[in-house]
Structure formats: structure tokens, C-alpha cells
């Protein structure tokens, strides 16, 4: 038997030995490097300008953690008190007023009456209440893996930035790639990747705040409604729909209806319209240019299917593995359009 060959069948045995061990933080290992990845150029720029790299990544773990983490563990641990506080009764006397409500409402809209009322007989209250405390049972017993699972990812993602450059090196040196070629592929990836992941930090935080500062004027939870509105927006067209028309319409139960039409006019023309539209182009171009090192262009609709087929696969943290993916594909496309040239 070849040297080479032995080297190579000890080195399998020993990553399956070593796949076995690290088995149940895979998924945490995962989401690190991907992270990783696609935060390099601003780990690059943060260590340019505090010259330490340990000092870069504690701010980058720090950062991740504000943006990210916290603010997903405050939405699960909102809503888990707000279930395991639910007054039945209270529902249930909410649920006839509306049924009221709407058997009183006008001959002239007698079209959308019936609509509501087809509505209303679909609805199962008993099991639609019974359903929502599963819901909170639910959280209940996962957040603590959740937030395990969270801290496993902010160790492993400082441990990455802090070694990242003398990891990448080492990979590249062992890759059965030319030197040139090992240095396009990871940097194509990561250039990809920073784009797609500063794309969604851009919108979630931008409209969210936009949306959260709004109406926390009417009284409700801004930081909480502000950060589902920010998870709401990366679903194109009707993203914000989803957070908007719901308080409008209980605006308009209670009452209301300057403020309906007031936060549905804000939330079409000043986010959907000109955030949407015209400033969050602008941002993302400024980051574009002055954060990543070559400008690259992404199609919207790439983004959002690899997010939604990403959830639908992976669960929660699909939304980074989807379109890390997917831009990792793009960049071994490239890559292989190289070498088809180079052969031609």
C-alpha cells in the first residue's frame, strides 16, 4: 500500500471518529462558519482599524449577539409569557364580541359581511385556544435548547473569527486546487455571502425600526412588533402585509378607524414605498461599496426562495444556511465557468 493511501484511509477513519463526537454541535459548528464567512470583510475592516484581531472578534461576537441572538430570544420569551398568561374567558367573550360585531354590520356591506361570517363558521374557538397553548407548552420546552444552541454558535463564531485567517490558509494549502483558485473560491463565497447576509440584517433592522418607533406610539410593544416586522419584511410583496393589516383591522374593532387608516397609510407609503424602495437601495449600495471588497449583485427572488426553501429544511436557522448554500454553488459555478474557459 501506498504512503499516500494509508495516510488518506486513517484520515477518514478518524472523521468519522470525529464526526461521532462532535455530532450533537454540527449544526452550531455550521452556522459559525458560515457566519463567519460571511462577516469577514467586516471582521477584516474592524481589525484594520482596532490592529487586534482578539479585540475584532469579541466586538463582532458582541455584535452578533445584538442584532441576532437577543432580539429572538426576547420574541420567544415574550410570546411563551404572554400564551401562559391568556385568559381563556377573556377570548372567549372577545370571540362573541366579534361574531356581534360582525352580525351588525350594515345591509350595505352585506358582501363582506357574509365573507366574515363563512369566516367565523371555520373557526373552532375551543380548538384554536387549545392550539395556542400547545404553542406556549412548545416554547416553553424548547428555549432552553434554543438558547443553548444560540451560545454554542456565539463560542464557536469567536473562535472562528479569532483563528479564521490562519484556518482559511491552512485549507487552501491542502485543497487539490491551484493556489489562485483556492483564494477565488473562498473569496467569492464569502463576497457572495456578505452581500446576501448584510442584504437581511439591512431590511429586517431598517423597516423594523421604521415600523417598531411607529407604533409604539399607539401603545403597543414597539421592539417587539418592530422586530417581527424586520423577520416579516424578507418575504417580498407581502412581508409587511403580514405585521400591518392585523392591528389595523383591531384598530378598526375598537373602534378607531383614523388610526387604522393612519398606521396602514404609514406602513404602504413611508416603509413599503420610500424605505423600501428608495432608501434601502442606498444603504445596501453604501455597504456594497465601502464594506465589501468587490460589489456584487444578487437576485431578490435567489435570496427569498433559498431563505423559504432553507426554513422549510432546516428549521429556524435555514434562513442563514439556505442561501449560504445557494451562494456557495453560485461560486463553484464560477469557478468551474474558469476552468471551462482555461480548457478551451
Known amino acids: 500500500m501506498k504512503p499516500q493511501h494509508f495516510l488518506i484511509a486513517i484520515a477518514i477513519a478518524i472523521l468519522f471518529f470525529l464526526f461521532q463526537l462532535f ?19 467586516l471582521d477584516l475592516f474592524i481589525t484594520h ?12 461576537t458582541i455584535i452578533l ?16 409569557n404572554y400564551i401562559n398568561q391568556l385568559d381563556q374567558q377573556a377570548l372567549m367573550k372577545n370571540y362573541s364580541q366579534i361574531e356581534t360585531w360582525i352580525l351588525n354590520i350594515p345591509k350595505e356591506y352585506e358582501f363582506f359581511k357574509q365573507q366574515l361570517i363563512l369566516i367565523l363558521e371555520k373557526i373552532d374557538i375551543a380548538e384554536s385556544i387549545k392550539n395556542i397553548l400547545s404553542i406556549g407548552a412548545y416554547l416553553g420546552k424548547n428555549s432552553a435548547s434554543f438558547m443553548i444552541d444560540m451560545f454554542m454558535i456565539l463560542i464557536f463564531y469567536f473562535f472562528f473569527t479569532l483563528y479564521g485567517t490562519s484556518l482559511s490558509h491552512y485549507i487552501k494549502d491542502i485543497l487539490p486546487l ?15 455571502m456578505s452581500i446576501v447576509l448584510y442584504s437581511i440584517l439591512v431590511t429586517a433592522i431598517f423597516e423594523g425600526m421604521l415600523f417598531g418607533f411607529f407604533i409604539s406610539v399607539y401603545g403597543y410593544n414597539g421592539f417587539l412588533l418592530g422586530v417581527l416586522y424586520g423577520f416579516a419584511s424578507l418575504v ?3 412581508g409587511g ?23 396602514s397609510a404609514y406602513s404602504i407609503i413611508i416603509i413599503s414605498v420610500v424605505a423600501d424602495t428608495f432608501i434601502k437601495p442606498i444603504i445596501i449600495k453604501y455597504i456594497n461599496q465601502k464594506v465589501v ?44 465557468k474558469k476552468y471551462s474557459n482555461d480548457m478551451l
Do not use: H
Open 23 to 41: 455530532n450533537p454541535f454540527l449544526k452550531a459548528i455550521f452556522v459559525a462558519l458560515l457566519l463567519t464567512v460571511a462577516t469577514n470583510t
Open 49 to 60: 482599524r482596532v490592529k487586534s484581531q482578539t479585540i475584532s472578534a469579541i466586538i463582532m
Open 65 to 80: 449577539a445584538l442584532i441576532f441572538f437577543v432580539p429572538v430570544m426576547y420574541c420567544i420569551f415574550s410570546f411563551a
Open 178 to 192: 491551484k493556489k489562485e483558485d483556492s483564494i477565488t473560491l473562498f473569496y467569492e463565497s464569502s463576497n457572495v
Open 236 to 238: 417580498p410583496v407581502v
Open 241 to 263: 402585509i403580514i405585521m400591518w393589516l392585523p392591528i389595523a383591522l383591531y384598530e378598526i374593532y375598537l373602534g378607531d378607524f383614523y388610526d387604522a387608516i393612519i398606521i
Open 293 to 336: 471588497k468587490t460589489p456584487s449583485k444578487i437576485n431578490e427572488l435567489l435570496i427569498f426562495f433559498s431563505i423559504v426553501a432553507g426554513l422549510s429544511t432546516f428549521g429556524f436557522w435555514g434562513m442563514i444556511i439556505g442561501p449560504a448554500m445557494v451562494t456557495f454553488f453560485i461560486s463553484i459555478v464560477q469557478l468551474l
